[in-house]
Nanobody, 116 residues
Framework: QVQLAESGGGLVQAGGSLRLSCAAS????????MGWYRQAPGKQRELVAE???????TYADSVKGRFTISRDNAKNTVYLQMNSLKPEDTAVYYC??????????WGQGTQVTVSS
C-alpha cells in the first residue's frame, strides 16, 4: 500500500521560512514526478512545484524565487523549502507523486499558515 508521509507545516510569521518533507513508502516502481500542490479556503487546488526524476523543475509563478523543490531518489522523498513566506501562501499543502507506471498518489495534506 502506497503511503505519503508529509511533515513540516505550521504557523510562521510573514517573511519566515518552513521546510516541507514528503516520504513515499510502499512503492514498487520508480517515482517519475514528485510535487507539491496547495489549496486555500474557497480556492481550487493549484500546483506549487514539481520535479521529475531527471531533475526537471516547474514552479508556479507566485513562488518563483522564494520556494525551492528538491528530491532524494534513494529515500523516495521530496522537499519544499519555502522562504520569504507571505500571508497568501497560507493553504493546505499536498504532496503528489506519479510513478513510472503513471499511477498518481496524494498525501493527506499539511497546513501552512502565514501570519501578517
Amino acid at each position: 500500500q502506497v503511503q505519503l508521509a508529509e511533515s513540516g507545516g505550521g504557523l510562521v510569521q510573514a517573511g519566515g521560512s518552513l521546510r516541507l518533507s514528503c516520504a513515499a513508502s510502499g512503492i514498487s516502481r520508480s517515482i517519475n514526478v514528485m510535487g507539491w500542490y496547495r489549496q486555500a479556503p474557497g480556492k481550487q487546488r493549484e500546483l506549487v512545484a514539481e520535479i521529475s526524476r531527471s531533475g526537471a523543475i516547474t514552479y508556479a509563478d507566485s513562488v518563483k524565487g522564494r520556494f525551492t523543490i528538491s528530491r532524494d531518489n534513494a529515500k523516495n522523498t521530496v522537499y519544499l523549502q519555502m522562504n520569504s513566506l507571505k500571508p497568501e501562501d497560507t493553504a493546505v499543502y499536498y504532496c503528489r507523486i506519479v510513478t513510472g507506471g503513471f499511477s498518481g498518489y496524494w498525501g493527506q495534506g499539511t497546513q501552512v499558515t502565514v501570519s501578517s
